[in-house]
């Protein structure tokens, strides 16, 4: 489903009262665009894989998911970002390397 407002109204219509719903999404942001877009997934270089895993339009910024939640009478415990902790590009870039030796030394 990529309508917002119909997924956030099929939520608050499943949810029990009181009941707690966890989501995941990406704030669209040029950043995000240029990470999750352009390094993980078109570049040849750099792609993870070789499908189209996200689309820019349907990342959503959090005043989106704030002003959407509330319209439905669903209210927000928590939000928090989740990013890179670097500020350098290279530094970026070279993420992937770290994580899979980090997966096989923790397993």
């Given at each position: 489903?990529?309508?917002?407002?119909?997924?956030?109204?099929?939520?608050?219509?499943?949810?029990?009262?009181?009941?707690?719903?966890?989501?995941?999404?990406?704030?669209?942001?040029?950043?995000?665009?240029?990470?999750?877009?352009?390094?993980?997934q078109?570049?040849?270089?750099?792609?993870?894989?070789?499908?189209?895993?996200?689309?820019?339009?349907?990342?959503?910024?959090?005043?989106?998911?704030?002003?959407?939640?509330?319209?439905?009478?669903?209210?927000?415990?928590?939000?928090?970002?989740?990013?890179?902790?670097?500020?350098?590009?290279?530094?970026?870039?070279?993420?992937?390397?770290?994580t899979?030796?980090?997966?096989?030394?923790?397993?």
């Amino acid at each position: 489903m990529s309508d917002l407002d119909a997924v956030t109204s099929e939520i608050a219509r499943a949810l029990k009262p009181e009941g707690i719903f966890l989501f995941d999404t990406i704030n669209r942001t040029l950043a995000s665009k240029l990470l999750a877009i352009k390094v993980m997934q078109e570049w040849r270089l750099t792609r993870f894989i070789d499908a189209t895993v996200h689309e820019w339009a349907m990342f959503i910024k959090p005043e989106e998911l704030v002003f959407t939640l509330g319209r439905h009478a669903l209210r927000i415990g928590e939000i928090v970002g989740l990013g890179p902790r670097s500020r350098t590009p290279l530094v970026l870039l070279n993420f992937t390397g770290r994580t899979e030796e980090g997966s096989r030394t923790g397993s």
